[in-house]
């Protein structure tokens, strides 16, 4: 089969805090896509443009050749160019202890060790 021979890619590869973005390889139409992932395990969350929807990594960029920048698409639907990407931590899902919750987490943990001896 025949590789497609494009223009060279008009969108400079975006780079951020904590993600990866991968080397742009153009499809069958000559569209540049690029693997934009978090460096970090755990969260794996990427934020775009400093703010708004929280996207699981990876996430697949791809370049407007029209604009020379890459876009996402959002929960939309909707195509949006990207000024930023990073890797971002999610939001705690355990919450804050306060000291009284935490004292009465660590006398029912010492209770239960001593109980179980």
């Known amino acids: 089969m025949l590789e497609p021979i494009c223009d060279s890619n008009p969108c400079g590869t975006p780079t951020g805090s904590m993600v990866t973005v991968s ?12 693997t934009a992932t ?27 050749t029209g604009t020379g920048q890459y876009t996402y698409t959002d929960g939309g639907s909707v195509q949006q160019q990207i000024a930023t990407i990073d890797c971002v931590c999610d939001s705690n899902p ?3 202890l306060t000291g009284s919750t935490l004292k009465k987490k660590l006398l029912q943990l010492f209770a239960n060790a001593f109980c179980h001896i």
Not at 23 to 34: G, L
Not at 48 to 62: A, F, R, W
């Open 23 to 34: 080397a742009p390889t153009p499809d069958a139409s000559c569209i540049y896509a690029a």
């Open 38 to 64: 978090c460096d970090n395990p755990y969260p794996r969350v990427i934020q775009y443009n400093g703010g708004g929807v929280l996207y699981m990594s990876p996430q697949t960029l791809k370049c407007d």
């Open 94 to 96: 355990c919450g804050t």
